[in-house]
């Protein structure tokens, strides 16, 4: 098999949500003669924006979308030392700090963005959940970011969303970093009356929304 058709084998096993596959498929790409980089971009990263479209053109649902994330995790797991080896890989469209805010521990939809923006080639800064608005700031000052993402599924941690922006603001980074924010008790309304950037409805939106905010 040449390196195209293996590559072709790395998309497809992404679409279908073959995660059993997937791991064995990346290394047979790389012994073909493919490279780290072009296993990632055309196999991974292609397959994933596939399901991503199937998502919103209503073929694929939330569980296929969650699946996909755990695919394209299982496959750069033996991607990412050859990257690292090769000191190669894809140039990043800018820094995105991800967390759901203090007191709301849910992270599905989270999770999904950072793979989804991950595959589109942005630097992910995943702070898990339960992250207090001081440790958004920090790693926004650490990691010189150019956005923050943040998800709230409960309602009584929306002012929270202010407490970040706050936080950000006070300590002068406010106009540095574009913010995004999503989940189910979020509404383009509330985001902006928060004064953030803009809102995300699901993972795939995410990438458009990303790419549109930092012009890349």
């Not at 790409?29 to 998502?55: H, I, K, N, W, Y």
């Not at 496959?75 to 090769?86: N, Q, V, Y």
């Not at 793979?115 to 702070?127: H, N, Q, Y």
Request: aromatic fraction near 2%; charged fraction near 25%.
């Amino acid at each position: 098999m040449n390196a195209d058709k293996a590559i072709a084998r790395v998309r497809e096993t992404v679409i279908d949500l073959d995660i059993d596959g997937v791991a064995a498929c990346v290394l047979d790409a790389v012994q073909a003669g493919a490279t780290p980089l072009d296993v990632l971009r055309d196999g991974l990263s292609a397959g994933v924006r596939v399901v991503g479209e199937r998502f919103e053109a209503g073929e694929y649902y939330l569980t296929e979308l969650v699946l996909a994330g755990e695919v394209m995790k299982d496959g750069l797991a033996p991607l990412e030392p050859l990257l690292e080896r090769d000191g190669t890989g894809v140039r990043s469209k800018g820094t995105v700090v991800l967390a759901t805010v203090e007191g709301d521990i849910h992270d599905i939809g989270k999770n999904l963005v950072g793979v989804m923006l991950r595959a589109a080639g942005f630097e992910i800064v995943d702070l898990g959940v339960d992250v207090p608005a001081a440790r958004i700031v920090e790693a926004v000052r650490r990691h010189r970011a150019d956005l923050v993402a943040l998800s709230v599924l409960l309602t009584p941690m929306v002012d929270e969303l202010e407490t970040v922006i706050e936080a950000l603001t006070e300590a002068g980074l406010r106009s540095q970093v574009k913010i995004a924010v999503g989940g189910a008790c979020v509404t383009p309304r509330l985001v902006k009356e928060m004064r953030c950037d803009a809102y995300g409805p699901d993972a795939v939106a995410a990438v458009r929304i990303c790419e549109e905010l930092l012009r890349v």
